[in-house]
């Protein structure tokens, strides 16, 4: 019977996946962004660096203050970089993530950094999303952490590792709260199943408050309520973007549906004497808490979408390689349901990869970005990275494209009317968006009588049911006439 390691001395296999995978990543490096979520936190990020305005001062997007602190800082240290910069971002976190798995569990490298990034194609790990970031800093907690418990002979080193571990965490909490939720059960099993668990526990706690202290510094300076102005802000949208029943089901079945697929994998690991017989070591106890306290982190929001599952993938990708390592244990058929997902998955993103680089083509952002020379756009449903392409200015807070829509529902056509009232310089709407209805009439009667058309373009998307596609780059721009 086949397993890996024999596979992997194939040379001809060897270099088969290889020249796929340089294709693969390539279709990611010449894109600006191939996710639009990347752009909305480099976007905040920006305002928050540039123009010193605290999340959601300036824009709003529900994520945590510390996503917009990275993204920004990211940004900003690649502006001289086109293309690729969060691509680069997420093959740099899944290296560091790829060399503290093999401190912990003596994992090779290569297999681990391989793993994560072709078969993570379905969770789009390579897009540079927080779920990219997040795996990398979970595992940094943990790696911490691990390092204080294991430093019993001298108390300072202990103290200050597990400080170390408290205040990574309140740092990188703030990057997706989901942190804490895939956490759980492994700091649990770090901090309680060592000795001095009250000291550890106290140690952690203390780390943690100084890290979000540290965090929220510039909130406290400001005073006036910024504080709790933020997450009532938070707390208003995550009420009404909450997915209903339907849309929970459906995320139910789309995690059953990868379990299902990475099941011969969880089968040999959960299956293994050192799992179930016998005593298992601790690394392999953290490792096992890790994944089980991961699963329900991607149910959530309540939304059935694949980057999610990007935070249970993150520790089984650790168990494949460790079953990989030992000779016989993981025969090639139990990665043939992976594999074919991959290789469908990676067609998918090489496809809609290209296709979004020929749109971007089409769009001139040097024009757009003279035109608007600094005066506030109007963002009416139409596509929010062209304000972080041609770094335009936002005239209401809620520039996501369904922002409005979600917070204010019935009411979102006021809110637009109420906007328009304050003349902005230029409205972006979605192309052709008064001929097909994705913009109501009221609106159009507004544009009609005092805005005219300085620019427009028509990019290629796939059909939907939906009046406005999600991926869709098409969209009309409107000068206030004088």
């Known amino acids: 019977m086949l397993d890996l390691q024999s596979i992997f001395k194939n040379k001809i296999f060897i270099f088969i996946i290889s020249l796929c995978s340089i294709f693969y990543i390539f279709s990611y490096l010449i894109l600006p962004f191939s996710t639009a979520d990347t752009t909305f936190y480099a976007l905040i990020g920006r305002g928050l660096l540039q123009d010193h305005m605290l999340p959601y001062q300036y824009v709003f997007d529900h994520k945590p203050f510390g996503i917009y602190v990275l993204y920004g800082v990211w940004d900003a240290l690649t502006a001289q970089l086109p293309v690729g910069k969060f691509t680069v971002l997420a093959l740099l976190s899944l290296a560091a993530f790829a060399a503290m798995a093999r401190s912990i569990w003596h994992t090779r490298w290569l297999w681990v950094f391989a793993a994560l990034a072709l078969l993570g194609a379905p969770f789009e790990l390579l897009a540079g999303n927080t779920e990219t970031l997040l795996i990398t800093t979970e595992l940094a907690v943990l790696w911490l952490a691990r390092k204080g418990i294991l430093a019993t002979i001298q108390p300072a080193p202990r103290i200050l590792w597990l400080l170390a571990a408290g205040v990574m965490f309140g740092l990188t909490v703030n990057i997706n709260y989901l942190e804490g939720i895939c956490l759980f059960l492994p700091v649990c ?131 494949l390689v460790l079953l990989a390592q030992q000779k016989g244990t993981l025969p090639i058929g139990a990665l043939a349901p992976a594999c074919a997902l991959t290789l469908f998955s990676g067609g998918q993103e090489i496809r809609a990869n290209l296709a979004l680089h020929q749109n971007l083509e089409k769009i001139d952002y040097a024009q757009i970005a003279n035109m608007a020379a600094g005066q506030k756009v109007l963002n009416i449903r139409a596509h929010h990275a062209h304000f972080y392409m041609a770094n335009l200015i936002s005239a209401d807070r809620y520039l996501f494209r369904d922002h409005i829509d979600i917070i204010f529902k019935k009411q979102a056509v006021q809110h637009y009317l109420d906007d328009l009232a304050q003349h902005p310089a230029f409205v972006m709407l979605p192309y052709a968006g008064c001929q097909t209805g994705a913009i109501e009439q009221p609106v159009c009667a507004v544009l009609q009588n005092h805005y005219q058309q300085v620019y427009a373009v028509r990019t290629v998307h796939k059909k939907t049911r939906h009046k406005i596609d999600a991926s869709d780059l098409s969209f009309e721009l409107y000068k206030l006439q004088n």
């Open 189 to 319: 099993f770090l901090l309680l199943a060592n000795t001095r668990p009250a000291l550890n526990i106290i140690l952690f706690a203390i780390g943690t408050c100084g890290g979000l202290a540290a965090l929220f510094t510039p909130y406290f300076i400001q005073g006036h309520h910024a504080l709790a102005d933020y997450f009532a802000l938070q707390h208003q949208f995550l009420h009404a973007y909450s997915g209903k029943l339907s849309k929970r089901i459906k995320a139910v079945l789309l995690l059953a549906a990868y379990l299902a697929v990475f099941s011969p994998i969880l089968i040999k690991w959960f299956g293994q004497k050192s799992i179930l017989k016998t005593a298992p070591t601790p690394d392999t106890t953290l490792l096992t808490l890790w994944f089980i306290s991961s699963v329900p982190a991607a149910l959530l929001s309540g939304h059935a979408f694949s980057h999610y599952s990007g935070l249970w993938f993150a520790p089984l990708s650790i168990m």
